[in-house]
């Protein structure tokens, strides 16, 4: 059975990813963690903990936290009926990124869908800025981020950005393996040619993931360097009918870079498609 967190801010957004979610492990046996956190709008460990804590205002908002978690679970029942799914609803006051990692370590989560944006809803920035967080929070396992429009459908062409300039293991990229063969689907692995030519470590690196990916129909699709990396993405997307784009986290790598680029007019994450953030 698959341990599924849905963090949600009742945004659109969040809704849109918590649907995504549901038809994408339609076939699994899973439980479902809605998850709601609250705090002040100016957040000091300490306010929390002596001023607020078990105040007037912690009732207010942890009130509203219930009620839309209630609601939004009456939404999510009327629309799907997969007898396999279950729900249990998490209202917390607590920082997000606190606890998703407690409810990750304690439930023992395999995944976490989230949206690609929050209630702000700003169009010029890669990631929202929660996003962000999750991801630089947890480490153990995979990140969905649904874009607000996005209506499931099949992910069959899966792409894999990469410099070669990290090594990669077989536990890394074993999420990806599992869902390339859940859906039948095709990896399609990016290189931005940066330099002229690969060094030996990066050789090696593409061997090893070749090596990796061997089980699975596979391409690799040389990019020529536009202005930026989010140029390259959104060329890469549309040239090949790219549907979901799957990224390793590591610290100053790819993902990273991606998310401080100077803001981006069209592609600039509000990323078209779905973005699967595997854990190092």
Do not use: W
């Amino acid at each position: 059975m698959k341990r599924i967190l849905l963090p949600t801010d009742f945004s659109k957004n969040s809704l849109n990813a918590i649907k995504y979610a549901v038809e994408f492990f339609k076939d699994e046996e899973c439980i479902f963690y809605l998850l709601n956190t609250y705090t002040p709008a100016i957040v000091h460990s300490r306010f929390m903990a002596t001023t607020i804590h078990g105040g007037l205002l912690e009732d207010n908002v942890r009130t509203d936290s219930e009620k839309g978690l209630e609601e939004l679970l009456d939404e999510i029942n009327a629309y799907y009926k997969y007898p396999q799914h279950s729900f249990r609803s998490v209202s917390s006051f607590n920082l997000l990124t606190e606890e998703i990692k407690e409810l990750v370590e304690c439930e023992d989560i395999d995944f976490i869908v989230t949206g690609t944006k929050g209630a702000s809803g700003f169009e010029e920035v890669f990631l929202g800025s929660n996003t962000v967080r999750i991801i630089k929070a947890v480490r153990t396992c995979p990140i969905l981020a649904v874009p607000e429009n996005f209506e499931y459908i099949k992910p069959t062409r899966i792409g894999f950005p990469t410099d070669f300039k990290r090594n990669f293991s077989a536990e890394v990229i074993a999420p990806l393996m599992q869902l390339t063969a859940k859906f039948g689907a095709t990896i399609n692995i990016m290189h931005i040619n940066e330099e002229e030519q690969l060094n030996k470590y990066q050789h090696s690196n593409k061997d090893i993931l070749l090596d990796y990916v061997s089980s699975v129909p596979h391409f690799i699709r040389s990019m020529p360097y536009f202005a930026s990396k989010s140029d390259v993405i959104e060329f890469f997307i549309k040239e090949y009918g790219i549907q979901m784009l799957s990224l390793v986290y590591y610290r100053h790598g790819f993902l990273e870079e991606l998310v401080r680029e100077p803001v981006v007019k069209r592609i600039a994450f509000h990323t078209p498609i779905p973005l699967l953030v595997l854990p190092d």
